[in-house]
C-alpha cells in the first residue's frame, strides 16, 4: 500500500522538489497550503491532494491530521525570510515556532505517535555568531535573527515531544539550499535573475549588501532527499544537510556572470566597491548598505559528515553546477 506524506509549505521551493521526489517513490501526498496551486489538466497530477489551510490555526490542523492520518509530515511551512523577520519578528514566531508545536500536538492529541513520523526543517542559521567554523550536531547555538531564534523554539520542542511522547521526530539542519524556484527576496536568485536581465539589456545594475558575507550553498533537490532518509532511519534522529564549503557572494556574482560570457572586474572597497564588465568598463554590480543585515552571522559552513556517515547522504550538486542551473533557467535557457 502506498505511504501517505503530509508537506507542509508544499508551493514552496523544497515543497515543490520533494513533491516529486516523493511521487517518485509512490507516495500519496497530501499538501499543505495557504493557497492551492491553480491547477490546469496541464500540471494535474494524480496522487496529490491539496489543503488550503494556516499553520496559526489550529482546528485546521487538527482536523487535517484526523482526516489523514498521514505516516510522514514534512513541516516546510515557514516564514523564511531572515530580512522579513526582523520587520516581522512575532509573525514569523507563530509560524516558525508555534506552528510546529501545532502539528506536534496534533500527533499527541490524536495518539499518532506509533504511526506518523515527523520531519522539521530547521536550519543551519541557528549557529548565528557561533565561532566554530565547521558547524555539527553538538555546536553550541548563537543566533543573530528572530528567524533563527524561531526555529530554535522549533528544533527543541522537536527533540522535547520526541523525548517526552516516544514520537518519530527528527531535525534536519538545513544550511543555505537554492533553486531555480528560489524567489528574488533571497540574494542568489536576485543575481541570478539581475545578470540573465543585464545580459539581455533589460537592467543596468545589481545592487547588493555585503560582498563578503559567505555561505554554504547547496541544491534543494539534493536536500529533500536527505529529508527523506532521516525519516526511513530506524531511530529517529538529527543531522545537518550541507555542502561543507562556504563560497562568499562575490563568489557567486563571478560565477554568475561567467556563465552569460562577462568577466567582472572589481574596484574599491566595502559600501565603495564596484564591479566592472571587464571587456568595457561599465558597471554592473554595486553595494548599498541598505541591503546589510542589522547583524550578519559569522561564516557559515555545516559538516554533513554524520548525514554521510550513519545515512549515506551526500550533496550530489557543485556550486559551480547550482550557480550554471540558475543562470540558465533565467537566461531561458534548458539546464539538467
Ligand atoms: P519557502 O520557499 O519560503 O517556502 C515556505 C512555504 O511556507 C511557502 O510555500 C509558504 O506558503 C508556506 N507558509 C508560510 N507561512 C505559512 C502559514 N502561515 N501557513 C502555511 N504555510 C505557510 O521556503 P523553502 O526555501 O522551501 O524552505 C523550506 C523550509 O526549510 C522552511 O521551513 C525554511 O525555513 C527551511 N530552510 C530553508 C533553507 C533554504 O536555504 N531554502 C535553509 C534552512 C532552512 P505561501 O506559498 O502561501 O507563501
Known amino acids: 500500500m502506498s505511504k501517505v506524506a503530509l508537506i507542509t509549505g508544499i508551493n514552496g521551493q523544497d515543497g515543490k522538489y520533494l513533491l516529486q521526489f516523493l511521487l517518485d517513490k509512490g507516495y500519496i501526498v497530501h499538501g499543505f497550503a495557504r493557497k492551492k496551486p491553480a491547477l490546469t489538466s496541464e500540471n494535474e497530477q494524480q496522487n496529490v491532494f491539496y489543503h488550503e489551510n494556516d499553520l496559526s490555526d489550529f482546528s485546521s490542523v487538527l482536523s487535517l491530521f484526523q482526516e489523514i492520518a498521514p505516516d510522514e509530515v514534512y513541516n516546510l511551512a515557514a516564514q523564511s525570510n531572515v530580512k522579513t523577520s526582523f520587520e516581522r519578528p512575532e509573525y514569523t514566531s507563530n509560524i516558525n515556532s508555534l506552528g510546529t508545536l501545532r502539528l506536534l500536538e496534533a500527533i499527541r492529541i490524536l495518539g499518532l505517535q506509533e504511526k506518523t513520523r515527523f520531519f522539521q526543517a530547521s536550519s543551519g542559521e541557528i549557529f548565528g555568531k557561533t565561532t566554530e567554523l565547521q558547524r555539527t550536531e553538538e555546536t553550541p547555538f548563537y543566533p543573530c535573527n528572530p528567524y533563527a531564534v524561531s526555529k530554535i523554539y522549533a528544533h527543541w520542542i522537536n527533540i522535547n515531544y520526541r523525548e517526552s511522547y516516544g514520537i518519530f521526530a527528527c531535525n534536519g539542519v538545513l544550511f543555505n539550499h537554492e533553486s531555480p524556484h528560489r524567489p528574488e527576496s533571497f540574494v542568489t536568485r536576485k543575481i541570478t535573475a539581475s545578470v540573465a536581465r543585464i545580459k539581455k539589456g533589460l537592467q543596468e545594475e545589481l545592487i547588493l549588501g555585503n560582498l563578503d558575507s559567505k555561505r554554504d550553498w547547496g541544491f534543494a533537490g539534493d536536500y529533500v532527499k536527505g529529508m527523506w532518509m532521516t525519516l526511513q532511519q530506524n531511530e529517529p534522529d538529527d543531522y545537518i544537510f550541507a555542502t561543507g564549503q562556504a563560497h562568499t557572494v562575490r563568489d557567486f556574482v563571478n560565477f554568475a556572470f561567467k556563465e552569460v560570457g562577462i568577466k567582472i572586474k572589481w574596484e574599491g572597497k566595502g559600501p565603495s566597491e564596484i564591479g566592472k564588465d571587464a571587456s568595457c568598463g561599465r558597471i554592473v554590480v554595486r553595494v548599498s548598505p541598505d ?29 559551480e553546477e547550482l550557480v550554471r542551473m540558475m543562470v540558465r533557467n533565467d537566461m531561458g535557457l534548458s539546464y539538467k
Not at 296 to 315: C, D, L, T
Request: hydrophobic letters at 30%; charged letters at 20%; glycine letters at 6%.
Open 291 to 319: 541591503f546589510y543585515r542589522p547583524v550578519e552571522s559569522s561564516i557559515s559552513v555545516g559538516s554533513p559528515a554524520k548525514a554521510y556517515n550513519k545515512m549515506g547522504w551526500e550533496p550530489e550538486t557543485s556550486f
